[in-house]
């Protein structure tokens, strides 16, 4: 039997939208699945070394449970962010829920293979330096090769 392979297109940097591609991508590999993410545009931000910055916005996000419903006009209130970013660590530290930091390096350690877009890199001016270690990084074609011979192949 031949190992099924997965693939991953991690386009959002955001604390909510971090979590799908390390769950499934850790997730998959536990279970012996080859799988690579492809970290695009702002998907790119969850490589960096420092996540300090990976925030979520109670904007836009009407499925956000939140202890009251806030309306549109409060959530774009300055603050508003990094109250529901901090919200919503303080929820996932006291549920028992992994961190950005612990599902990443669980994905590493499960030999996940992790490509950073070298257009967004330019795009944005980063540096190779901002970024963890261990990374591929390539186009979509690169991705492509890969993502055209899976089982399983997800936009996140």
Known sequence: MTQKRMAIIASKGTLDMAYPPFILGSTAAA???EVQIFFTFYGLQLLRKD???VKISPLAN???PMPVPMPVLVSALPGMESMATMMMKQKIKSKGVASIEELR?????AGVKFIGCQM???L???SHDDFIDGIEYGGA???MKF???TDVCLFI
């Open 124 to 126: 944005f001016d980063f």
């Open 51 to 53: 996540l300090s910055d």
């Open 120 to 122: 967004t890199v330019d």
């Open 141 to 143: 074609a690169t991705f």
């Open 105 to 109: 390096t669980a994905c590493v350690e």
């Open 31 to 33: 279970l012996d699945y």
């Open 62 to 64: 009407p499925a956000m």
């Open 147 to 149: 993502a055209g011979e």
